[in-house]
């Protein structure tokens, strides 16, 4: 099984912020959506950009190169030119420390 990784304090991932950390060479990224943690792999499956850097509307991340939405809490992809989901992964709270786990390969 996959290691969890610590993301940080859940006083440091404000309402509406995103970060990204590394899991092992993935590059996820960890967002607070109205307190809620969701984490999606920071790759658009448009064509392999990053995913963060545009803009976030409520639940959905907005791609910066070409525009495909994204929904935070499922990994969905919403509009063209992205079809295919980003990988979504767990997130658990403990204590005020918010972690984050790559579980695709368990
Ligand atoms: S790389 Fe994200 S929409 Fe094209």
Redesign the pocket.
């Known amino acids: 099984m996959s290691d969890w990784i610590e993301v940080g304090a859940t006083d440091t991932l404000t309402p509406g912020g995103v970060k990204v950390v590394d899991a092992d060479g993935t590059a996820i990224a960890v967002f607070n959506v109205a307190g809620e943690f969701f984490a999606l792999e920071d790759v658009?499956t448009?064509?392999?950009?990053q995913?963060t850097g545009g803009c976030i509307a409520g639940d959905e991340v907005v791609?910066?190169?070409?525009?495909?939405r994204f929904s935070i809490r499922t990994g969905a992809a919403l509009t063209a030119?992205?079809y295919e989901p980003t990988a979504c992964f767990p997130v658990k709270i403990e204590g005020n420390t918010v972690w984050v786990r790559d579980d695709r390969w368990d």
């Open positions: 658009c448009h064509d392999g950009g995913l791609c910066p190169r070409h525009g495909a030119p992205a």
